[in-house]
């Protein structure tokens, strides 16, 4: 598995070398404005980005066809995967609350609120895109990202109008249930992909 | 006789096509090719022995391990070699080999940094940059770099000029001086088998039309060039396959020395079989 999360790397490694440039001059835009949360918003759409990127590298290489002639197993393939995401997401979730923090600190807007929302639905994301990608191919699964970032958000947001809850911010619950919620869509997904990897012809 | 591959009734039904009862013998230190036009199944075989496919039945056996018990360690001592890009068009040798590295137990890196001087791969230019033919060297260079036993290779020599070729054809017979190791290769190249193989496994239409010593083949196989009267002559047993034009009718017939005293009976070449078999009707 360590040298599939290597390959991811060394692939995400040119893309990342090549935004680096780009990101500062976001940071730098952000100062000028007195607003980061444009910034923001980018990482947290990279940090998805980043998982479509090794699978159009796997695809267009056909990696997979040779990485299972490699004493690889069908498993790693799937978890690699997900670690190679998980960290990318870590990172870029770290930078998101730093920003976050220099935001309300610098320029007293306080974004916390939205910025947890955005690395929320990152994860979900990552969650429902995995899975497809690997069933139907990246073009798909790019599809369904779309699909699901136009949707998701109406959805959720008519799901929690029709159980009429009273939201209050600052609720225990409104830390834990996400958490949870995450916790069990990400290990469906996980399942989910290694079914469907297990029995997949490459 | 020591096997290093044995495949008995191999089966997989994709749609549209369905490799039937597939089942043959590598030998330990020999080389084997299969051959079969494009299509005939030659990949899907070689995909479904590794479980890049997933076989619907039989079983692969390699060095007398069951594939399916015991297939992280067989692929440790397996080269690969796949017909197209094997690694991101983005990478570099130096990327692959700490990919590889981390990836097999036997990783010899001198080695494979040996075959790129051998092979005059640059070690810093990306995949994309590299000639098809130079892809290929470096694809063989991974494979041949980790201490294997066996080396299967898809069509490592299409699209190859001869120079390239006749190479990666020296580098095979280099591999095959240990007598433990063999190599499996797919080609419809068959002049390439002509110069190395030992044996000859020939697919068509996903079924195994015969797995032959290639010494024996070409001794008992002849073509007979004859007319349409001329053909009942021949004993309907030794015929395998007649290919017919205006003026004359072409005969593929095994036991060719049993017709040499009433036919001229031509030697053939791999080529001219696998010919026969795909083009030509049976009587």
Known sequence: MKALIIKDFLNLKHIIKSQFQILLVFIALGFITKNLFFIISILAVLSISYNLTCFAYDENSRFYSYGLALPINRKDIVFSRYVTSYIVFLVTSMLILLLTYMNSIIFNISNYFISITLLFVSVLLIAIFTPIAFKFGLEKAKISMIFSVSFLPIVLINIFKSLNLNINLNSLYLKIIPMIILLIVSFVSIKLSTIIVSKKDF | ?283
Request: net charge negative; aromatic share 10%; glycine share 4%.
């Open chain 2, 1 to 283: 006789m020591t096997y290093s591959l044995q495949v008995n009734n191999l089966n997989k039904t994709l749609s549209g096509f369905s490799l039937e009862d597939i089942s043959f013998n590598i030998p330990s230190g020999s080389i084997v090719g299969l051959i079969g036009e494009n299509g005939s199944g030659k990949t899907t075989t070689i995909k479904n022995l590794l479980n890049i496919m997933k076989k619907d039945s039989g079983d692969v056996i390699f060095w007398d391990k069951s594939f399916d018990n015991h297939e992280i360690t067989i692929k440790e001592e397996l080269g690969v070699v796949m017909d197209e890009i094997f690694f991101p068009n983005n990478f570099t040798p130096i990327m692959i080999n700490k990919v590889l590295n981390n990836t097999y137990k036997n990783w010899d890196e001198e080695k494979f940094f040996s075959y790129l001087e051998k092979f005059k791969l640059p070690k810093d230019k990306i995949f994309k940059e590299y000639s098809k033919g130079m892809q290929m060297k470096l694809s063989i260079s991974s494979a041949l770099s980790h201490k294997a036993k066996m080396i299967i290779l898809d069509e490592p020599t299409s699209g190859l000029d001869p120079i390239i070729r006749s190479e990666i054809l020296d580098e095979f017979l280099d591999f095959i001086q240990d007598e433990e190791c063999s190599i499996l290769f797919s080609t419809h190249i068959t002049s390439d088998l002509d110069r190395i193989a030992d044996y000859i496994i020939f697919i068509h239409e996903e079924k195994i039309v015969f797995s032959k010593d290639r010494e024996e083949l070409l001794t008992d196989y002849g073509v007979v060039h004859t007319t349409e009267e001329e053909l009942d002559k021949i004993p309907k047993k030794l015929i395998l396959r007649i290919m017919k034009n205006d003026f004359s009718v072409s005969v593929l017939v095994r036991n060719r020395y049993e017709l040499s005293e009433q036919f001229i009976v031509d030697s053939t070449t791999t080529e001219n079989i696998m010919l026969f078999f795909i083009k030509g009707e049976i009587l």
